[in-house]
């Protein structure tokens, strides 16, 4: 049953990490202001805790799911998978480093709204992240399959 449940938590998980993900690219535009920003803040903060939370959920199922650890630790999908997240965990860094200065900014002056040249700065990585996001399912169905042990 825990296998289960930590299975259940994982793929619901990553499905709201998908979703923050599209939210993001279709909310970062020229013209968004003060309290859109601030709802932009509070997705990407939520983006960062699902993160947290679908390491959790999936490394306790490495070590405490039916398979246990030997079908996971030596298979190369696994890394592969692995190293996706972290990719993808990496190229998040600029876009909430942005979010949190155009925040910032946006406290710090009232009429203060996002330009071409700010969204210009921070879509490629949120379409990089997508990208990249998309090969996570590709090497959970090749686990699932046995490739890779």
Do not use: C, Q
């Not at 013209?31 to 679908?54: E, K, S």
């Not at 990089?128 to 399912?137: C, G, H, K, R, Y």
């Amino acid at each position: 049953m825990t296998d289960l449940l930590l299975a259940i938590a994982h793929h619901l998980l990553v499905f709201s990490l998908a979703a923050i993900l599209a939210i993001e690219l279709a909310t970062v535009r020229p013209g968004l202001t003060g309290a859109a920003l601030r709802r932009l803040g509070i997705v990407d903060m939520h983006y960062g805790l699902i993160a947290a939370l679908i390491l959790i959920v999936g490394f306790a199922r490495v070590y405490m799911g039916v398979k246990g650890p030997e079908a996971y630790l030596g298979n190369w999908t696994f890394w592969a998978k692995i190293g996706a997240f972290a990719l993808v965990g990496l190229l998040s860094a600029p876009p909430t480093i942005r979010i949190l200065l155009w925040r910032k900014r946006a406290r710090a002056e009232p009429g203060f709204a996002l330009g071409h040249d700010e969204v210009k700065a921070v879509r490629p990585y949120l379409v990089a992240e997508l990208a990249v996001f998309a090969l996570i399912p590709v090497f959970a169905a090749m686990m699932a399959r046995g490739i890779g042990l």
